[in-house]
Nanobody, 125 residues
Framework: QVQLVESGGGLVQAGESLRLSCAAS????????MGWFRQPPGKEREFVAA????????DYADSVKGRFTISRDDAKNTVYLQMNSLKPEDTAGYYC??????????????????WGQGTQVTVSS
């Protein structure tokens, strides 16, 4: 059974940084693409970043380009989201996700089959 567990959220001031982690278990992590999504209060869930199974392909939402970096450590079965220069509008629940199929890159518009429970990020002004 695939499990995703996010951590690293918290309350920070504008301009500060946070690093989110998502630990995966239940299958061979290195064969699957990963993604980060967020859901601001009262809004729909939105794409943040994605990374393919090799780590060579990444995509970002325009709103986070240049500030956020997605990466993966296959030895630790973990995907990270480094978030710098945080803004109040980054406040949201952050969720990691992975695909059901191996060697399938979902990017921003594809299908993710498994989701974590989320971690809250709050940025104060």
């Amino acid at each position: 059974q695939v499990q995703l567990v996010e951590s690293g959220g918290g309350l920070v001031q504008a301009g500060e940084s946070l690093r989110l982690s998502c630990a995966a278990s239940g299958r061979t992590f290195s064969n699957y693409a990963m993604g980060w999504f967020r859901q601001p209060p009262g809004k729909e869930r939105e794409f943040v970043a994605a990374i393919n199974w090799s780590g060579r392909i990444t995509d970002y939402a325009d709103s986070v380009k240049g500030r956020f970096t997605i990466s993966r450590d296959d030895a630790k079965n973990t995907v990270y989201l480094q978030m710098n220069s945080l803004k109040p509008e980054d406040t949201a629940g952050y969720y990691c996700a992975t695909t059901s199929r191996s060697y399938y890159y979902a990017g921003s518009r594809g299908t993710y089959g498994y989701w974590g429970q989320g971690t809250q990020v709050t940025v104060s002004s």
